[in-house]
């Protein structure tokens, strides 16, 4: 089950995909990039909000794909800036985890 902490970040991030970019998503685990959520130009506006909201920096050349799948992968992304720790694969792992159900 997670922490407070950990639920008030997701649901922060879903918030900031409905008022940025006036979508809804369904779960932490939805895919945003089949799903149709995240295009090019809606992933650079989000990333920039995130950026923004957090007070952080995420160099796109350190990021993968999977960092951005889902809002839960995401909320990976923000904790690890934000704490001014390295990506680790387990952002990957965490994002591909939901799909195997």
């Known amino acids: 089950m997670p922490s407070n902490g950990a639920s008030d970040l997701l649901n922060e991030i879903q918030d900031l995909i409905a008022g940025k970019l006036l979508l809804e998503v369904s779960s932490p685990d939805e895919d945003l990039l089949a799903a ?3 295009d090019s130009l809606s992933l650079i506006q989000l990333l920039v909000g995130l950026e923004q909201h957090f007070g952080i920096r995420i160099p796109l050349e ?7 799948r889902s809002v839960r992968a ?3 992304l923000v904790e690890k800036h934000k704490m001014g720790l390295p990506l680790e694969p387990v952002a990957r792992e965490a994002a ?3 799909q195997g159900r």
């Open 96 to 98: 591909a985890a939901p």
């Open 36 to 38: 149709g959520v995240l």
């Open 62 to 68: 350190e990021m993968q794909i999977e960092d951005v």
């Open 74 to 76: 995401l909320a990976h």
